[in-house]
């Protein structure tokens, strides 16, 4: 059964940090690039940030450019999502995606996907 497990969210004030984290399980990890998405309430899904699968190249939408930074431990099946400098704007509801091998320019055609993690920031 493939799994995206999708954790670390929670309260945090303005100008805080939190760190995501996506562990999966029920495919090959390796050959899949993993994405973070977003939605907030009454708005659309929007992607975050991608980190591929074979080169480890990474991928952010400009407003989480200089803020946020996505890896993977490939050993552990894990991708985190470090967020920096966070803003109101960012309450969201984080969703961890998997696509073979390479980060969608359209951010679309995700094969699988997990629940979300809810990341609110206070001002």
């Known amino acids: 059964e493939v799994q995206l497990q999708a954790s670390g969210g929670g309260l945090v004030q303005a100008d805080g940090s939190l760190r995501l984290s996506c562990v999966a399980s029920?495919?090959?990890?390796?050959?899949?690039?993993i994405a973070w998405f977003r939605q907030a309430p009454g708005k659309e899904r929007e992607g975050v940030s991608c980190?591929?699968?074979?080169?480890?190249?990474?991928y952010y939408r400009n407003s989480a450019k200089g803020r946020f930074t996505i890896s993977r431990d490939d050993a552990k099946n894990t991708v985190y999502l470090q967020m920096n400098s966070l803003k109101p704007g960012d309450t969201a509801v984080y969703y961890c995606?998997?696509?073979?091998?390479?980060?969608?320019?359209?951010?679309?055609?995700?094969?699988?996907w997990g629940r979300g993690t809810q990341v609110t920031v206070s001002s």
């Open positions: 995606a998997a696509e073979r091998w390479l980060c969608p320019s359209s951010w679309s055609g995700f094969d699988f």
């Open positions: 029920g495919f090959t990890f390796d050959d899949y690039a």
């Open positions: 980190i591929a699968s074979s080169d480890h190249k990474t």
